[in-house]
């Protein structure tokens, strides 16, 4: 058997020290967490691309696999809306399957939206424009305007399913 006898004194800095330590590896669990927590979700995907001149823009969309008219450039600035309802979600969905992209961060935001017609769009009677939005040359966003119907569609030109070329 083992007895320990301590005084008040002797105690206190027990219980100090068992303080100190159970402190230290919280906050040692807690970085942890946080370190590893932070690293799944951020690194596994590229979310910004750099677009500070047109023919990075077009260059974009030509590894999407459209050719655009650097000609027909145009740019605009817009607010991405404070609140997205259903509609805006469902376009957002659009936006999410060109490279991940998301508007969610960007929520009442001024973006600058860039349009260029794109010159080797293959669906019969129909064009389309390819659409970046653009945040302090990066990427936030690309889609495509179907025309003359005005639908949006995503950017990536082999989607399987029901989201482009009919």
Same mark, same amino acid.
């Given at each position: #058997?083992?007895?320990? !006898?301590?005084?008040? *004194? ?7 020290? @068992? ?5 230290? =590896? ?6 942890? +967490?946080? $370190? ?6 951020? %690194? ?6 750099? #677009?500070?001149?047109?023919?990075? #823009? ?11 008219? =650097?000609?027909?450039?145009? $740019?605009?600035?817009? +607010? ?5 309802? %259903? ?23 001024? $973006? ?10 293959? &669906?019969?009677?129909?064009? %389309?424009? %390819? &659409?970046?939005? &653009?945040?302090?040359? *990066? =990427?936030?966003? @690309?889609? /495509? ?5 005005? !639908?949006?569609?995503? =950017?990536?030109?082999? $989607?399987?399913?029901?989201?482009? /070329?009919?």
């Amino acid at each position: #058997m083992f007895v320990l !006898t301590i005084n008040k *004194k002797q105690g206190r800095r027990v219980l100090a020290a @068992a303080l100190g330590v159970c402190f230290v =590896l919280g906050a040692a669990s807690g970085i942890k +967490r946080f $370190v590893f927590r932070h690293r799944e979700t951020a %690194a596994p995907a590229k979310t910004s691309f750099e #677009m500070s001149t047109t023919q990075q #823009m077009a260059d974009y969309v030509l590894a999407k696999g459209y050719t655009v008219d =650097l000609q027909s450039a145009q $740019v605009k600035q817009v +607010r991405i809306p404070k609140k997205f309802d %259903a509609e805006f979600e469902n376009f957002n969905d659009k936006i999410k399957a060109t490279d991940g992209l998301s508007l969610e961060k960007h929520k009442n935001d001024k $973006v600058n939206k860039w349009t260029f017609n794109i010159t080797d769009y293959d &669906v019969k009677d129909k064009t %389309a424009v %390819a &659409v970046l939005l &653009v945040k302090k040359d *990066k =990427l936030i966003g @690309a889609y /495509l305007i179907q025309q003359p119907d005005g !639908t949006a569609h995503s =950017l990536a030109k082999t $989607v399987t399913g029901t989201d482009i /070329l009919e």
